[in-house]
């Protein structure tokens, strides 16, 4: 037989297979597969997808298995080039798996296997997969399919939108929701609404056409040959679940040996397939994925809702805000009710839609506010829903190892962004540490590293922590490396060391291996840091390569690492920035100039941590490192140099003045005496002004600076006044990217001092002033108010003790002072 000619969906009882056309992720399409099935009672069910995962079916009836969940397929050789079948609980796909389930009925997927589309990918087409299911009736192939007219382009990308201009409404989703989403259930003919929707896909493609592209017309030969296969081993009793812009071509009279040919000799991969979890953000059309929908949250909740949706709705979204303290009570419930189905009404609609549902939230609970109401987008319209897979779902064995540390660290996969607080020190939150970083450095992100809010001390992280189903496919990449996290981890840090292009990356690295707790990858790290440090002659290269070297030897206390072979490097470059640091600062452009005064500030935290090391990593006396503290003396000196060289830049010198005024090495009276000769009348109003920015700049310190040494702030407000009208234009930038880095109190105490002008400071010194921060003396009273709260936060008690020792009331008043 060459030729087929298949029966109506309209009924149960024609010749031919039921072809059902639904819209994918659509809650109305899935009511109306169920129905029909039940009403059809097909021997077989048929769905669109890829045939390997027929063996991945029935995990669907397992208890663990909860949607929404993806047939993630991915090549053996490269498992970055995959892709995703998601399916939810209203997927009509999903709902024809479970009734085949139920009923003991055989499912098949009969889309062109994966093997073919990923082999597509690999030789120069888009690989984003023709298979993923597509909105409502829209061509399930992907973006880079060209049309071959800009109006085949608009069908191919919304075919929705001429239904919905074809009855006259200019909102295609809307339009939809009217005359499918919102059909009842009772309705008599449940094949009437497949009928319908055939008839109107076959005028689009009649009209439009399909442009000839190789991959629709394979596509659509397979699942015709998928088809009558299915036909000759169970007759005509066969059902056909698929979008529904195919159904028209599933119906077409074509020859078999003409869908062979367009079959044959198709490129393919080795490819592997499993269940993954899913989530409805990744089922939003803002995720990227063209199967996406709008709201997944609000289908769930039409397709979920036994009866009153609108109702049970409104309902959540009351719960939600009152979780968010927000006043919302019965009263507002019942009345957005009312006003959503007033609105609904007034605009011709059978039922409430999220359009009304919307507008009646932001008026009733959210008081015409746009902000709760975002919050209820989020998390109710779109959602942060994470399905699950069963155990016994196929897995590579990185993957597998993966789930016995999440299980063992009780640190599950969540959808929901939220923060983790660890405490190193504790067993299992190191060990949680442990694997973040590990993932990590395997380009798995499940983590990322935030700013801890409680302590700045080593043995506390704050992660903040959001799985996206993509990370399974990260996972699967990283399975090339090892079968564990720990040895993947491990030959990835290797191999990442040996390819590093530059020095900072190789320091990085040893940091990352360091918090990762992998002993054998440091010692192939730690070579290749110090082959790269000896060749190395780049100051630059070498300062930014020594914050993060230094950063690593705190991980000795909390973590147990032996960081000896680190600090010896870390020393090593600090002696080579040393003696290169004064010639390469001489003869720079702003630009360099401003770089390398960062790399100052970057050295100095550097070279303070490292002369610390010894001590705070516990090594004894005799330990080589125990050189190390002689480092600070040596980079005081490099400095000083810098601060009195005519041939470094201004911002170059001024920053090395202030390092060594914060320092305690320089006197008070020498930075206003090396600021004076600098803003005298004979340096140029531009170097001038570079040399303030080093010294003054980079936050609100060298503001307080200003604040409370007035012959600073004299010296610069004498030279601001003195530049000549004609420069002041050049050196504004930089004075005002100074100054606009303060906080705005130190402006504001700053700009009161300059008002009062050098003698009325002096006056005002000696007078007193009745402006609040600008008094002569310490006022003792408010010192005392503020000492019991200081003392808590410095965690020396409450100070409320009855007896205390002059020291402590000095202390006290120190505190105060500070304050």
């Known amino acids: 037989m060459n030729d087929l000619g298949w029966g109506r969906s309209g009924g149960a009882g024609g010749s031919g297979p039921l072809l059902l056309g639904v819209r994918h992720h659509g809650p109305g399409s899935a009511r109306a597969v169920r129905g029909a099935l039940d009403a059809a009672r097909p021997r077989v069910v048929l769905i669109e997808g890829p045939p390997e995962a027929d063996a991945l079916i029935p995990l669907a009836a397992e208890e663990d298995m909860r949607p929404p969940v993806a047939l993630l397929a991915h090549a053996v050789d490269e498992p970055g080039r995959s892709a995703f079948w998601p399916l939810a609980e209203f997927s009509p796909e999903w709902v024809a798996i479970r009734w085949a389930l139920e009923h003991e009925v055989p499912a098949r997927f009969i889309d062109l296997p994966a093997v073919h589309t990923l082999a597509w990918g690999r030789e120069g087409v888009e690989s984003e997969p023709a298979s993923v299911p597509a909105p409502a009736s829209e061509v399930p192939a992907p973006a880079s399919d060209v049309p071959a007219s800009a109006a085949e382009a608009d069908v191919r990308i919304d075919p929705l939108a001429v239904l919905a201009e074809a009855a006259g409404c200019d909102d295609p989703e809307r339009w939809w929701e009217d005359v499918v989403e919102h059909r009842g259930a009772g309705e008599r003919d449940v094949f009437a609404p497949f009928v319908v929707l055939e008839e109107a896909m076959g005028a689009l493609r009649e009209t439009y056409g399909v442009g000839g592209h190789e991959r629709d017309l394979v596509r659509e030969a397979y699942m015709r040959l998928q088809v009558r296969a299915a036909q000759r081993e169970f007759g005509d009793a066969v059902a056909v679940v698929c979008g529904a812009w195919h159904v028209p071509a599933l119906r077409e009279r074509t020859a078999v040996a003409a869908d062979r040919a367009l079959v044959k000799g198709l490129p393919k991969v080795k490819a592997d397939m499993t269940w993954v979890p899913w989530t409805y953000r990744r089922l939003a059309r803002v995720s990227g994925y063209g199967a996406g929908i709008d709201s997944p949250g609000w289908y769930g909740h039409l397709f979920s809702a036994p009866d009153r949706p609108v109702e049970r ?112 020190r504790k067993e299992t939150d190191a060990g949680r540490s442990r694997l973040l970083h590990r993932l990590r450095l395997l380009g798995v992100a499940w983590g990322e590293p935030a700013a801890s809010r409680g302590s700045t001390g080593t043995f506390r992280e704050t992660w903040r922590l959001r799985w996206e189903p993509e990370l399974s496919v990260r996972v699967a990449e990283a399975g090339v490396w090892g079968t564990t996290v720990l040895a993947a981890a ?105 770089e390398m005064r960062r790399h100052l500030d970057a050295v100095q935290g550097a070279v303070a941590l490292l002369a610390e090391a010894p001590a705070s990593a516990g090594r004894a006396a005799d330990d080589p490192a125990a050189a190390h503290a002689g480092l600070r003396g040596r980079w005081h000196s490099v400095l000083r140099v810098l601060s009195v060289r ?134 003792v009273d408010r010192a005392d108010a503020v000492v019991p709260v200081v003392r808590l936060l410095l965690g020396l008690g409450d100070g409320r003790e009855d007896t205390q020792s002059t020291d402590d009331d000095r202390d006290d008043k120190h505190l105060a002072g500070v304050a």
């Open 646 to 779: 005519d041939t470094v830049s201004g911002v170059v010198r001024g920053r090395a003045v202030r390092l060594l005024l914060d320092e305690g090495e320089l006197a008070q009276d020498e930075a206003a005496r090396l600021m004076g000769l600098v803003l005298s009348p004979g340096t140029p109003p531009g170097e001038a002004a570079a040399w303030i920015e080093g010294f003054v700049g980079g936050g609100s310190g060298g503001g307080m600076l200003l604040v409370h040494d007035e012959r600073l702030l004299g010296l610069v407000d004498a030279w601001l006044t003195g530049v000549p009208a004609e420069a002041f234009t050049d050196v504004l930038p930089l004075l005002r990217r100074t100054f606009s880095a303060y906080e705005p109190g130190v402006r504001r105490t700053l700009g009161e001092l300059v008002r009062r002008g050098p003698g009325e400071r002096a006056s005002a010194t000696a007078a007193g002033s009745a402006l609040p921060g600008f008094a002569p003396d310490l006022d």
């Open 490 to 594: 491990t030959a990835k840090a290797e191999a990442d060391a040996v390819g590093a292009q530059g020095l900072a990356e190789v320091t990085g690295l040893a940091e990352r291996c360091l918090l990762a707790e992998l002993p054998d990858a440091l010692p192939v790290v730690m070579r290749v840091l110090a082959d790269r440090a000896a060749l190395d002659t780049d100051v630059g290269h070498l300062a930014q390569a020594l914050p993060a070297l230094v950063r690593s030897l705190r991980y000795g206390d909390v973590r147990g690492t032996d960081t000896g072979a680190l600090a010896e490097v870390a020393a090593g470059l600090a002696e080579r920035i040393f003696v290169g640091l004064p010639p390469a600062c001489a003869a720079l452009d702003a630009d360099a100039a401003e």
């Open 313 to 424: 709705w409104m309902t959540k979204v009351a719960g939600l805000l009152r979780d968010e303290d927000r006043l919302v009570s019965s009263a507002h419930v019942i009345e957005a009710v009312r006003l959503a189905e007033t609105l609904a009404v007034m605009r011709g609609r059978p039922l409430p839609g999220l359009g009304e549902t919307t507008d009646a939230v932001r008026a009733v609970m959210c008081e015409g506010s746009d902000v709760p109401l975002a919050l209820v987008h989020d998390r109710l319209v779109v959602g942060d829903v994470l399905g699950e897979v069963p155990q016994a779902a196929p897995a590579v064995p990185l993957q597998r190892d993966l789930d016995r540390i999440q299980r063992r660290l009780r640190l599950r996969p969540e959808a929901l962004e939220r923060e983790l607080e660890l405490d190193l």
